[in-house]
């Protein structure tokens, strides 16, 4: 697992999404080409980052000695950042709008995951182009429900035997019908939301455990798995019939960047700020806006701060909060160069 661009890719994707939100929400360019194909770029990374989840947390499942293992593992990686950046917006609106019930009803709502039932905060970002406090954390439930449903998964396909390539295409085949087919055949305002729920996003987790299991042969053979993906995408992007093939050719990217030969480019050498910048991005564009900052000194000053103010507060979110949360033996210390005594390496 030593040898993989892995790190580099889940801030590459962070990144995409960063900046398509920081278009979108300051209003920049609202509803035209570049907003538009930023947002087809920002949901491509959002789709290659269930991809790495798939693989390297399938990986994490098979190297944990128990349930309990593997559960504390996700739950160190997971949890005390994402807590920290729902509770730091709520003590600022209780501060300003001395509106406890609307605080606390944010708490509920957002510690538990179920964004959508209180995606707002009083005395925040009224009047903005969007109002939710943090946008980017829908995708955070769909990964939670897909940890919780791994092991079950895994299992059910250890039981299918040599018939395992079979569970993973149902699995497939299953996510897309309904993220592509829900919206078609259910007439509900709900239902393109509802599509891009699991199990509508289990084509690429499905995907990202099958590049787990061929981890050695993609390895071995990067720049035939990336042509392929290639492919795979661009047609994805040319035809509507071919979107379903997107999750593989996404994994064939994926292994494609990972694996070929060159520099390793440890992109988490001073801190793995992926996580950071992702769950962090949303909140700090929110508060600039609001603030006049873009109003003030323009686009261009204005996203140049950004970049700053994101990447120092991923930088001490790591430092103060994820950092100390993990286990001393977690690949994400040491990739950012914090346990060099450490012989073993985990996956995620």
């Known amino acids: 697992m030593q040898t993989n661009r892995f790190d580099l890719l889940r801030l590459m994707f962070a990144l995409v999404v960063c900046v398509f939100h920081a278009v979108a929400l300051t209003a920049f360019h609202p509803l035209g080409p570049l907003e538009t194909v930023l947002g087809q770029g920002a949901e491509i990374a959002i789709q290659g980052f269930f991809i790495t989840s798939g693989a390297l947390v399938s990986g994490s499942l098979d190297r944990a000695n128990t349930l309990t293992d593997y559960a504390d593992k996700r739950v160190r990686r997971l949890y005390p950042a994402y ?22 009803a944010y708490l509920g709502a957002n510690l538990t995951f179920l964004n959508f039932l209180a995606p707002n905060l009083p005395g925040l970002f009224e009047g903005q182009r969007f109002t939710e406090v943090n946008g980017a954390l829908w ?168 970049g700053f103010i994101v990447f120092a507060a991923s930088l001490l979110l790591w430092h103060s909060v994820e950092k100390p949360a993990l286990r001393p033996t977690s690949h994400y210390r040491q990739a950012a160069g914090t346990e060099h005594a450490v012989k073993r390496q985990e996956t995620a």
Not at 83 to 96: C, G, K, Y
Not at 181 to 201: C, E, K, M, S, Y
């Open 83 to 104: 807590a920290t950046v729902i509770l730091i917006p709520a003590i600022i609106s209780l501060a300003l709008s001395r509106d406890l019930s609307g605080v606390l």
């Open 139 to 306: 995708t955070l439930k769909i990964e939670v429900m897909f940890y919780l449903a791994l092991p079950l998964i895994a299992f059910a396909l250890r039981r299918m035997g040599r018939f395992w390539w079979l569970g993973i295409a149902l699995l497939y085949v299953g996510g897309e019908a309904w993220r592509l087919g829900l919206p078609h055949f259910w007439d509900a305002a709900v239902a393109p939301t509802i599509a891009r729920q699991l199990p509508g996003q289990m084509a690429f987790f499905a995907t990202g455990i099958a590049l787990w299991r061929l981890w050695s042969v993609a390895k071995a053979r990067p720049l035939a798995y990336g042509a392929a993906g290639l492919v795979l995408v661009a047609l994805s992007l040319v035809h509507p019939v071919f979107v379903p093939a997107r999750a593989a050719g996404i994994a064939g990217l994926i292994a494609c960047v990972a694996f070929m030969p060159g520099p390793m480019l440890n992109a988490a050498r001073f801190g793995d700020v992926s996580y950071g910048v992702y769950i962090t991005h949303y909140p700090i564009v929110q508060s600039l806006v609001m603030l006049g900052l873009f109003a003030a000194a323009g686009p261009i000053a204005g996203f140049a701060l950004t």
